[in-house]
């Protein structure tokens, strides 16, 4: 049986690791070495065990945590060229750090399959496929502003997908954020709101789906409560039963969220 877990995951900073029994990798790391060692430490998870790092892009609450980390942890950090060239360069991995550049087709993470895919951000930024050792597969994708092929791609035939579910339209535009920031997030390079991943959620579970963790929900501008309920109310206007017929889980801002088994 393989898990996904979520050590956090929201604007402030992001983490989450999957694991096939005492196997595991690292997704991100966007909060202090303390906040993530302490959660991989009440997940039983020895840094030993761990294959290595994905970095999906540079923006700070991806990446703030590495620094410290590997000073203690030497592990080997995967991602696209732009992404590992700019850890580099702005001292944020220790000069040993083991810096590998993922090529875009499926390759070997310890005892994984990671394949690497683009996503639509104002930053170089990708998402991964996991394939994991017991045969399962997971996708997981954020900051993303728009759907494309390369992602719609890599969320088809999976077993569990992690999909960004940042923000309400509505809480967006009534909100305190200046109309530049609104238009950054709202744009094609931006993030994907409530109504995108649930339209996209529905698509999944007719093709097969049943397991679903929201990420990198705003602070600001969404609520999981808020999250969720757009997500049932689509899956619910096409005859969709939540509990029944898929799972759909929230992550958690600042704590571990409940594993997920796929």
């Known amino acids: 049986m393989s898990e996904f877990v979520s050590l956090y995951s929201g604007s402030s900073g992001n983490c989450s690791v999957v694991r ?7 997704i991100d790391m966007g909060k202090g070495v303390r906040t993530t060692s302490a959660a991989l430490k009440a997940l039983d998870l020895n840094i030993s065990d761990c294959a290595g790092i994905l970095v999906t892009h540079e923006h700070s609450d991806h990446i703030k945590g590495l620094s410290t980390f ?34 875009g087709g499926e390759e070997d993470v310890g005892d994984f399959g990671v394949t690497m895919f683009p996503t639509s951000h104002d930053v170089p930024c990708v998402g991964y496929r996991i394939h994991t050792p017991d045969n399962k597969t997971m996708t997981i994708a954020t900051d993303l502003g728009v759907l494309t092929l390369p992602v719609h791609e890599a969320l088809t035939g999976c077993d569990l997908v992690a999909l960004e579910s940042n923000y309400d ?6 909100g305190r954020y200046p109309y530049y920031l609104r238009s950054r997030i709202e744009s094609n390079r931006g993030h994907l709101s ?20 929201l990420c990198h929900l705003s602070q600001e501008n969404n609520t999981p409560s808020l999250a969720l309920q757009t997500v049932f109310n689509t899956l619910g206007a096409a005859g969709v039963v939540p509990e029944k017929d898929c799972i759909v889980q929230a992550q958690r801002r600042n704590e571990i969220s409940p594993a997920l088994a796929f």
Do not use: W
């Open 20 to 26: 096939t029994g005492e196997k595991y990798i690292i």
């Open 70 to 103: 590997l000073k203690k942890n030497p592990l080997p950090v995967y991602g696209a060229d732009a992404t590992l060239d700019f850890l580099d360069a702005n001292g944020i991995v220790p000069t040993d750090c083991e810096l590998r550049t993922l090529s």
């Open 194 to 213: 409530n109504d995108e991943c649930s339209a996209k959620l529905l698509e999944l579970i007719q093709e097969g789906c049943k397991r679903f963790a």
């Open 169 to 174: 339209l509505h809480m967006l535009r009534s």
